[in-house]
């Protein structure tokens, strides 16, 4: 049977957890993937590169082992084993999804989808052959690729993307990262730490620019230490690759800079997969490269919906999830509340980590709100110090008014796992009292945000 009640066009953390939720609300449903189950972030974004950076950690740690009482010798990282690690870590979830979908008796189709007409969406499987499928209603969250600039033409092997990035055959012995937000940054991380020498390249005046500036000079002077040749205010002009290694040419402030390397990473950003898709012939309206939707995610085309990377918003896996279970329940009669864009969490998984939701105080301030800083620096954590992990701090951004909690930014270990309890409070409305006066675990590196809580209102204890 080729009659469904929803189709859904990709499998990554927005379509298949749009198809999983439909089914539950007892909705035949069908996914459609010309890849592997579980899309980009399974397969090679979140997942393998969250495996690439813990042996990185692990290096790290051994290489370090002596500041805390332990003689292991000089560690060796076998790169071709730690590849491995981070491909069956990937396959593991792929196949996670796959008993999901078995689970919740979610048919898959493989092949390459498309809208077809009112209702229908076209399948070329990788043979060739065309089939078509039915339903009412159609969910597009088809993700995001690695962009390209003209200037950085990706050959797969010497100028590669993320994707390459993952299953290098071999540990280069220098490369260059281009681009330094999430992506570029937590590769620019691996490497150096793996014994790659690294120049990372941003055009913007500092590394994480969508980050708090304090954050990010912190990371900055991280990667310093690490050896790691960070350049600002610059920009890859070329690279000729006709050599045995890229010879890059970078356009900096004060002046240019030639540096040679064995492979240059483009880490500058994702498109939009919406090319070939049918949009324009089903009347699906876009704009500068993204679907135009609602707050319920309808696009201009009756029966047409789009989730994840493919309109306006955070290209984050866990927006494309919170978004697939809006739009589904929406399509079944529910009255889901819509996302809330103002405390999406944002996480980097370098050493430092870096975790931030909500304003800084330079965007507060910008939006002509009156705000109350507190910060609390983790030097002065116990449960860092006994981590030997002192780098970094909590910072927390409130309204002067009343107290309420704006936004908060973090750098340091574990703090990834730290800001989901920030956003639960951003959501129920905290104050800083409400904070200071929940108490918190001792010793851990969670207190920090009650401390900040309480600096932001002069009673800090131990800031």
Request: glycine share 10%.
């Amino acid at each position: 049977m080729n009659t469904y009640d929803i189709i859904v066009i990709g499998s990554g953390p927005g379509g298949y957890v749009a198809a999983i939720r439909a089914s539950q609300l007892g909705m035949n449903v069908v996914v459609v993937e010309k890849a592997e189950p579980g899309g980009i972030c399974l397969n090679w974004g979140c997942i393998p590169t969250k495996a690439l950076l813990k042996s990185a950690q692990v290096f790290e740690y051994c290489r370090h082992a002596s500041d805390y009482g332990i003689n292991v010798g000089d560690p060796v990282a076998d790169f071709g084993a730690v590849v491995a690690r981070s491909r069956g870590v990937a396959d593991a979830m792929s196949k996670g999804v796959q008993f999901l979908f078995k689970k919740y008796n979610i048919g898959i189709v493989k092949g390459f989808g498309r809208l077809a007409g009112e209702n229908t969406v076209e399948v070329t499987a990788e043979d060739g052959s065309v089939s078509k499928l039915t339903a009412p209603n159609i969910v597009l969250a088809t993700g995001a690729r690695s962009k390209e600039l003209p200037n950085l033409r990706q050959d797969g092997k010497r100028i590669i993307g993320y994707r390459e990035a993952m299953t290098l055959p071999s540990l280069p012995a220098s490369m260059v990262v281009v681009g330094s937000g999430a992506i570029g940054s937590e590769f620019a991380y691996f490497y150096q730490t793996m014994g790659t020498e690294v120049t990372l390249v941003e055009f913007l005046p500092r590394i994480l620019p969508l980050e708090d500036e304090e954050v990010s000079r912190t990371v900055e002077r991280s990667f310093k230490k690490m050896k790691m040749k960070v350049l600002v205010n610059s920009s890859v002009d070329s690279v000729d690759t006709s050599g045995e290694k890229c010879r890059v040419t970078i356009k900096s402030s004060k002046g240019d800079i030639v540096t040679e390397a064995d492979v240059v990473l483009s880490a500058v950003g994702v498109n939009p997969n919406i090319e070939g898709i049918g949009l324009e012939e089903a009347g699906v309206k876009t704009e500068k490269g993204k679907i135009i939707v609602d707050e319920y995610y309808n696009t201009s085309a009756k029966g047409v919906y789009a989730i994840g990377d493919i309109i306006p918003g955070p290209a984050l896996a866990h927006v494309a999830s919170a978004e697939a279970i809006v739009c589904i329940e929406k399509i079944a009669g529910l009255n889901p509340e819509p996302v809330n864009y103002n405390i999406i969490p944002a996480c980097t998984y370098t050493t430092p980590e870096v975790a931030s939701c909500g304003l800084t105080e330079e965007a507060a301030t910008a939006k002509g709100i009156e705000v109350k800083t507190g910060k609390f620096m983790f030097m002065a954590s116990g449960k860092a110090s006994a981590a030997g992990a002192r780098e970094g701090f909590v910072k927390l951004v409130f309204r002067a008014s009343d107290n309420k909690l704006l936004g908060a930014q973090m750098t340091g270990m574990n703090v990834t796992e730290m800001i989901a309890s920030v956003v639960v409070s951003m959501k129920l409305g905290a104050t800083a009292h409400d904070i200071m006066r929940s108490i918190h675990p001792h010793p851990t590196m969670s207190e920090a945000v009650m401390e900040a809580a309480a600096a932001a209102l002069g009673e800090a204890i131990h800031g």
